[in-house]
C-alpha cells in the first residue's frame, strides 16, 4: 500500500522537473494538476515563465493535459490561455480521469507522467494507473480546508517515506 503512496521524485517546483530524465524513462506525455502545482491555489495569472515551461515541455516533444479537481469553468479558461487540453471535476485519485487523459494524450501509461503537489490525488491516482508519479511542493500555502487536513495525514506518510 506504501508503496502506491511513494512518488518516482520530488520536486520543489515544476521548473526543476530534469526533462532528459523523462526522455530515459520514455515519457512521451504530461497528466498535470492545476492548483497548487502549475498555479498557486485558485490562482488564474498565467506567468511568461509557466508559459515558457509549457513552450519547453513541447519543444522536448511532450502532450501535455491538465487533469483537476476542481471546477471545469475556471480550469477549462486557464487550459486554453496555456494552450493545453485539460480534463476538470477529475475527482482524482479515480481511475477515469486519468483515462480520460490517457485517451486525450493517445498514449499509454507507461509512457505518461503525472506531475501533483498532493499524495492522495496524484501521486495515489498515478501509481494505481501503472504511471511515473512526480510530486511538487504546493505552490502557495493557500487551499481547500479538506486538503488542509489531508495535509496532516500526507506528513506523516512523507515522514514514514523519508521523503521530508
Ligand atoms: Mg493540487
Given amino acids: ?28 506525455g504530461l497528466l498535470i494538476d492545476l492548483d497548487n502545482t502549475l498555479l498557486p491555489w485558485d490562482c488564474s495569472d498565467i506567468s511568461q515563465d509557466l508559459m515558457d515551461w ?8 511532450l502532450s501535455l493535459c491538465i487533469v ?5 469553468r475556471r480550469i477549462n479558461e486557464c ?29 499509454n501509461n507507461d509512457q505518461v507522467a503525472v506531475i501533483g503537489d498532493q499524495i492522495f490525488t496524484d501521486v495515489f491516482g498515478a501509481k494505481r494507473m501503472g504511471m511515473l508519479a512526480i510530486m511538487v511542493k504546493p505552490a502557495s500555502k493557500k487551499e481547500f480546508i479538506w486538503t488542509k487536513l489531508m495535509r496532516i495525514v500526507e506528513n506523516i506518510v512523507l515522514k514514514q517515506l523519508k521523503i521530508k
Fill in 68 to 72: 483537476s479537481n476542481n471546477r471545469a
Fill in 79 to 107: 487550459a486554453s490561455r496555456m494552450g493545453i487540453p485539460a480534463v476538470t471535476r477529475a475527482i482524482k485519485p479515480c481511475k477515469k480521469a486519468f483515462l480520460k487523459g490517457l485517451n486525450i494524450l493517445g498514449i
Fill in 1 to 28: 500500500m506504501l508503496k502506491l503512496l511513494l512518488p518516482d521524485l520530488y520536486l520543489d517546483n515544476i521548473y526543476n522537473l530534469d526533462f532528459e530524465y523523462l526522455k530515459k524513462n520514455n515519457i512521451k
Fill in 54 to 61: 509549457i513552450k519547453k515541455c513541447k519543444d522536448w516533444g
